[in-house]
């Protein structure tokens, strides 16, 4: 795990607020996944990114969740009017290709909303 | 295939025994699979790897069995340290390596 930066580690929203991950793959990497994991669950996969594309966002929510990978900067993952439900464990993991066997995770991103 | 649950399996070993977790999978086309840990407030770590055309592999400490007959796999951590206390996930890929579907996990908790 080695390298994926995440910020912020803890955020509290309320009810209704915006809430943006932020999320700095290995230097070199240009494959960025998130996933969410609830308490006492295992991760579960939201969305692949590459720079400027989504690549499968099969895992999102339909509404008031997005993200992006843009050509400079970290990726972001948005989630926009947060209710309770959304507070969980955010990570995000980097690949250097689409055969690497191994993804490199973030320590996380952990939303709390009131 | 995943499952999830509000109470994870737990296994309480004693420092210097063996540690035996596993993992049930239910495709069996499923060619590639990964154990990964993750300590408490942390993010998931790789462990070990193992793809279908082997049955075993080991690392330092750490061996995974894969027995395709029947769609399991297992972790064997020897001479578990406290340190190896954690949560241990498999994982198996979807369309991309980085898709991941992960197990429901197991608790590993080692006493000194």
């Known amino acids: 795990n080695a390298g994926v930066m995440q910020n912020p580690r803890h955020l509290v929203r309320r009810r209704g607020q915006e809430a943006r991950l932020r999320c700095s793959p290995v230097k070199g990497h240009s494959h960025v996944y998130w996933y969410r994991q609830l308490p006492e669950e295992g991760l579960k996969f939201m969305v692949y990114l590459q720079k400027e594309n989504i690549i499968d966002e099969s895992g999102m929510p339909k509404e008031r969740f997005s993200a992006e990978f843009p050509k400079e900067g970290p990726s972001i993952l948005r989630i926009q009017q947060v209710v309770r439900g959304d507070s969980a464990a955010y990570f995000c993991?980097?690949?250097?290709?689409?055969?690497?066997?191994?993804?490199?995770f973030g320590e996380g991103s952990r939303l709390t909303v009131l | 295939g995943e499952s999830v649950g509000l109470h994870l399996p737990t296994l309480s070993v004693q420092e210097g025994d063996n540690s035996i977790i596993n993992c049930a999978y239910s495709n069996s086309a499923s060619d590639y699979f990964i154990w990964y840990k993750q300590e408490s407030g942390k993010g998931p770590q790789f462990i070990i790897d193992?793809?279908?055309?082997?049955d075993k592999r080991q690392g330092q400490r750490v061996t995974v069995l894969l027995n395709k007959t029947v769609k399991h796999l297992s972790l064997q951590i020897a001479a578990t340290q406290p340190g190896d206390s954690a949560v241990y996930f498999c994982a198996e890929p979807g369309t991309s390596y980085g898709k991941l579907t992960f197990g429901q996990g197991t608790i590993l908790t080692v006493h000194p």
């Open positions: 193992i793809r279908s055309n082997m």
């Open positions: 993991a980097s690949s250097p290709s689409l055969e690497a066997g191994e993804l490199f």
